[in-house]
């Protein structure tokens, strides 16, 4: 699809869908095609204007009225380092190091934003793409690989760095979200959880499920969805006739549209959020609209199925270089910095690189440590039945020498 068709307020894209009637037992499928309204990139909250220029929002600016030039260039040190890091990943990935990645360029805003305004004590519930949101929490370079090169089922702690193991099944998170966040309410902490997914997962009734929860008990729950355009290979008008925020009121949640590749419109939509969260006033929901700019892993071919019209679009509201054109302009942007940013991410993917080169395959049989906090005996027979079988290897090497 180009661009243009896919960016105009008022434009409609042709579906196909299937209309059916039936004629004494036979079953008669024909095509017929409706329309479906595309709402507008450009209809979203917005700080940052994709050349840098500060814009003014009246309910967006007091929550980000600390964010002096020095934090604001701490942000965009932030996003500058994952977007190495994420190349780092595919490049170990297409290197035969990694199994597989799932790139994250160009929602660098939307993750470092959500991330830095969460507290410590705050809990998030990601998908596998939120790279930004593991490394802001504190996961080590090793964190960010062994899984993705086979070697454990998960580095992280999740109570180290106050994120959940990742979440594969697409949605699921949403509902270990809100679960934790009810828990939050009874042990009546000042706290909340975020819940991260994509625009696919709106789809799924896991997601529908969480927020009838979280509505109904009030709980204290962040749902951030990172509108990035594309399911894998369908499209979020294909999905959706309407952006996913106004979803959220049907529940009783209220929800805001921002501009996810702007870090400042995504830091002040999740403190806002993560407020009420906190104080008791009930979940919130943020639709942050960006772009994939790579594949959904690499795995995919995006060029099967988006042009390069939409890709050119995208790449001229890029969310790093419309903080790099305000610092700029402000005076706060010159070549020691960008050189001291560049350092600062050579220094991170190199150890990416040497945890991910240095693993050593663990013994087989610690796949059943830390699967349970207490012992279990129906675990020790799996160990006794798993310890048994790989020793009929070593039996065999014997017999055959």
């Known amino acids: 699809m180009s661009a243009a068709s896919a960016m105009t307020p008022v434009s409609e894209r042709m579906l196909l869908t299937r209309r059916v009637r039936c004629e004494g037992t036979t079953m008669v499928y024909t095509l017929a095609p409706v329309t479906a309204p595309v709402d507008s990139v450009e209809d979203v909250a917005r700080l940052l204007s994709p050349d840098g220029t500060r814009l003014p929002d009246r309910h967006l600016d007091a929550w980000v009225a600390d964010v002096d030039p020095s934090a604001l260039r701490g942000l965009y040190r932030d996003m500058a380092v994952l977007r190495r890091v994420d190349?780092?990943?595919?490049?170990?990935?297409?290197?035969?190091?990694?199994?597989?990645?799932?790139?994250?360029?160009?929602?660098?805003?939307?993750?470092?934003?959500?991330?830095?305004?969460?507290?410590?004590?705050?809990?998030?519930?990601?998908?596998?793409?939120?790279l930004g949101v593991f490394l802001t929490r504190g996961a080590t370079p090793a964190d960010v690989v062994l899984t993705w090169r086979g070697e454990t089922h998960s580095s992280m702690d999740p109570a180290q760095v106050g994120v959940a193991i990742p979440q594969i099944i697409i949605g699921a998170q949403?509902?270990?979200?809100?679960?934790?966040?009810?828990?939050i309410q009874r042990d009546g902490a000042e706290a909340a959880s975020m819940a991260y997914f994509g625009d696919g997962a709106m789809s799924e009734g896991d997601v529908g499920e969480a927020m009838v929860f979280a509505a109904t008990f009030g709980a204290p729950v962040v749902f951030l969805c990172t509108n990035n355009q594309w399911a894998i290979s369908e499209p979020v008008s294909l999905q959706s006739r309407i952006p996913l925020s106004r979803r959220a009121p049907g529940y009783g949640i209220p929800s805001i549209r921002v501009d996810g590749n702007d870090v400042l419109a995504c830091l002040a939509a999740t403190r806002w959020a993560l407020d009420r969260a906190r104080t008791g006033a009930g979940p919130a929901f943020i639709e942050a609209v960006t772009y994939r700019m790579g594949p959904h892993t690499t795995s995919d071919d995006p060029t099967r199925y988006r042009d390069a019209a939409e890709l050119a679009f995208w790449e001229q509201r890029d969310p790093l270089a419309r903080v790099e054109a305000h610092l700029r302009s402000i005076g706060e942007f010159?070549?020691?910095?960008?050189?001291?940013?560049?350092?600062?991410?050579?220094?991170?993917?190199?150890?990416?690189?040497?945890?991910?080169?240095?693993?050593?395959?663990?013994?087989?049989?610690?796949?059943?440590?830390?699967?349970?906090?207490?012992?279990?005996?129906a675990l020790d027979l799996?160990?006794?039945?798993?310890?048994?079988?790989?020793?009929?290897?070593?039996?065999?090497?014997?017999?055959g020498a």
Request: charged fraction near 30%; charge should be negative.
């Open 334 to 377: 010159d070549d020691a910095f960008r050189d001291e940013v560049a350092a600062a991410a050579d220094e991170l993917c190199g150890a990416v690189r040497t945890a991910c080169l240095d693993a050593r395959t663990p013994e087989p049989l610690t796949m059943l440590d830390d699967v349970y906090a207490e012992p279990h005996p």
């Open 382 to 399: 799996q160990r006794e039945r798993l310890g048994a079988y790989l020793a009929s290897f070593a039996d065999d090497e014997e017999a």
């Open 174 to 183: 949403t509902v270990h979200a809100v679960g934790y966040a009810m828990g």
């Open 87 to 130: 190349a780092e990943g595919v490049a170990l990935q297409r290197q035969g190091q990694l199994g597989l990645w799932p790139p994250c360029r160009g929602q660098e805003a939307t993750q470092i934003g959500s991330a830095r305004a969460m507290r410590r004590e705050d809990f998030a519930f990601t998908s596998y793409r939120e």
